[in-house]
């Protein structure tokens, strides 16, 4: 595979002839970027690996809307958080999941998955995640795990800088409490 420079994969993107090709570098280069930042919201392996199909296929059809105002990389983890969303929110109504008790919906997820390999400690720091508004959690995922710049944050999920701060130094402060809780 050639070197992955993002400008030049987006004007093989905009042309027919090069779309497919290119298109089979942004699933290589993203795959697994993106299937952890799932896999951190829905926790399940299966959930993930399908939600991580639905975002591509979501990208696919909707090349054409891509204008690049954006970066790509922003766009894809903007589809793929859209599709976690509406997939945590389609599973709070299938299950009659009270927004407070989501958390624990999601850990009994975790548990129950057979690829979950934590330990106590991976256990009780997924608790104290998911004890996190959705807001913080999600920011928390996107600067802790993938160290996402605040400024790209910013675009895929429509707030600002300075508000992605602060959700993310009250998310750290909540996650510091809950693990020195009960030291």
């Not at 054409?64 to 599973?91: H, P």
């Not at 130094?169 to 909540?174: D, G």
Request: charged letters at 30%; glycine letters at 4%.
């Amino acid at each position: 595979m050639r070197q992955y420079i993002e400008e030049d994969v987006v004007k093989r993107l905009r042309d027919p002839k090069t779309q497919r090709d290119a298109f089979g570098e942004v699933v290589a280069v993203y795959s697994e970027k993106l299937y952890w930042q799932i896999r951190k919201m829905v926790l399940g392996h299966e959930d993930a690996n399908d939600l991580l199909q639905n975002t591509f296929l979501k990208a696919w059809a909707n090349l054409d809307s891509f204008r690049g105002e954006a970066k790509l990389s922003t766009w894809m983890y903007k589809i793929a958080v859209n599709e976690c969303i509406t997939f945590l929110n389609r599973q709070r109504a299938i299950n009659s999941v009270p927004l407070d008790d989501t958390d624990v919906y999601l850990l009994d997820t975790l548990k129950a998955d057979e690829y979950f390999d934590g330990d106590k400690i991976e256990e009780k720091l997924q608790k104290a995640i998911l004890s996190l508004p959705e807001k913080q959690r999600l920011v928390f995922t996107l600067k802790y795990y993938d160290d996402m710049k605040y400024d790209d944050m910013s675009e895929v999920l429509g707030t600002s800088v300075g508000a992605l701060k602060a959700s993310y130094h009250h998310a750290v402060k909540k996650i510091e409490a809950f693990l020195t809780n009960d030291i």
